[in-house]
């Protein structure tokens, strides 16, 4: 069931992910977002006035966040902007897309983009009063850290559901961390002559603002705080939890950074498209959720709800990209799939380059269609688990306008 609307090659970017506390800590999540958004579309030629509608995708809130998309999109001198922000943890980027395509083909607006920003740096403390408490005393909560290490339907931390579907599929730290080796040297090809691949959707070096936004601090090559394992520095790590499989060097790390998708109908994506004779076409999304605490199992029903959609079987796609917040997320992936491990995730993932919520899944995409413009074509698919054990889905295809 193809959609009617198309992304132009070429409309989408992000920046660098900086590992949290890294180069982005100190910058509004919203403003850097907008800052970033005018620059980006400048660079592109786009001119502003073409846009119409706009989905702002955040999960950590930030001072004044309460004005969402219009508040961003006023900054970035795009006040015509109208339009929702969402949260669903990692898999906001894809519910966006999802959110700008549906009101481009319902005809609600002529071009849409998808914006999505967050911080885990610094992340705020929230107090929440409760004058009939004992004493009048409210509870708080560390937005981030809190959330990581409690789900309140479980009452368990994120690394819990990784333990849990560790054990279930009998997954080895051994297996683990040839899958991190694995995605650490997938991420180097995107490195390779002086960065080629990221160059394709973003802006390098990176200029790294103050927080006024009026001058630069520093300028960034690619991402910031990569790891760079060895199986022998791997196996020196224990596992997170006792008794466990999971260590430090088999998950993700928190990250800052912005990302965005522009969604127009086709003759409208000629027109913004870096190369016309392109086409990106959605075909299909889904979304699951699984058993309380394993959260890594709901990215196959919902790659499966997407292909279902798209009328296409797994052995279609020419790419793979997960959000794989931990490796045992690929590896259960490629045992119920099918499809090995080294097939997924050429050029990097969130595993290598970090965790900054809801522009994960919005990289990870963009990366998806450069991969597949690569390759001359073909059909992607991008999968991705979330918090609260749901998960989102993506396929889209890449092909010749003739």
């Not at 959260?295 to 794989?324: F, S, W, Y």
């Not at 045992?328 to 119920?336: G, Y």
């Amino acid at each position: 069931m193809p959609y009617n609307c198309e992304i132009p090659y070429g409309a989408y970017w992000s920046t660098p992910f900086a590992r949290w506390q890294g180069a982005f800590a100190t910058l509004h999540s919203l403003e850097f977002a907008a800052y970033t958004l005018k620059r980006e579309l400048d660079r592109r030629n786009i001119p502003g006035e073409t846009i119409d509608h706009g989905v702002l995708g955040v999960t950590v809130p930030q001072k004044s966040s309460f004005y969402g998309l219009p508040w961003l999109a006023g900054m970035a001198d795009l006040s015509q902007l109208r339009g929702p922000t969402v949260m669903q943890a990692c898999a906001t980027g894809a519910r966006a897309l999802l959110a700008a395509a549906q009101e481009v083909d319902a005809g609600l607006s002529t071009a849409s983009i998808a914006i999505t920003c967050d911080r885990t740096s610094n992340g705020p403390h929230v107090y929440y009063p409760n004058p009939r408490a004992p004493g009048g005393t409210g509870s708080h909560e560390d937005w981030v850290l809190d959330n990581f290490n409690n789900d309140p339907l479980g009452k368990h931390a994120m690394i819990r559901t990784a333990e849990n579907v560790a054990a279930k599929h009998q997954i080895t730290t051994s297996e683990q961390h040839d899958v991190v080796l694995r995605r650490e040297a997938q991420y180097r090809a995107a490195l390779a002559n002086d960065c080629a691949f990221q160059k394709r959707y973003m802006t390098l070096p990176f200029e790294v603002p103050d927080p006024s936004f009026r001058k630069t601090t520093g300028t960034l090559s690619s991402d910031e705080g990569i790891n760079s394992s060895t199986s022998e520095g791997l196996a020196k790590l224990k596992p997170v939890i006792d008794g466990g499989s999971v260590t430090f060097g088999g998950q993700t790390h928190p990250a800052d950074g912005n990302s965005a998708i522009i969604v127009t109908m086709p003759d409208k994506a000629r027109e913004l498209s870096r190369d016309s004779n392109l086409c990106i076409r959605l075909h299909g999304f889904g979304s699951a959720r699984c058993k309380v605490g394993y959260m890594p199992e709901a990215p196959v029903p919902a790659a499966q709800r997407a292909l279902d959609q798209a009328g296409l079987a797994i052995d279609r796609m020419d790419a793979i990209k997960t959000h794989n917040p931990f490796a045992v997320n690929d590896i259960l992936f490629s045992r119920q799939t099918g499809v090995p491990t080294e097939r997924m995730n050429n050029y990097g993932c969130s595993l290598v380059w970090g965790h900054p919520q809801a522009p994960t899944g919005t990289r990870a995409i963009i990366e998806l269609i450069e991969e597949l413009a690569l390759r001359g074509g073909g059909y992607g698919l991008f999968t991705g688990c979330a918090a609260g054990d749901t998960a989102m889905a993506v396929v889209l295809e890449v092909t010749d306008r003739g």
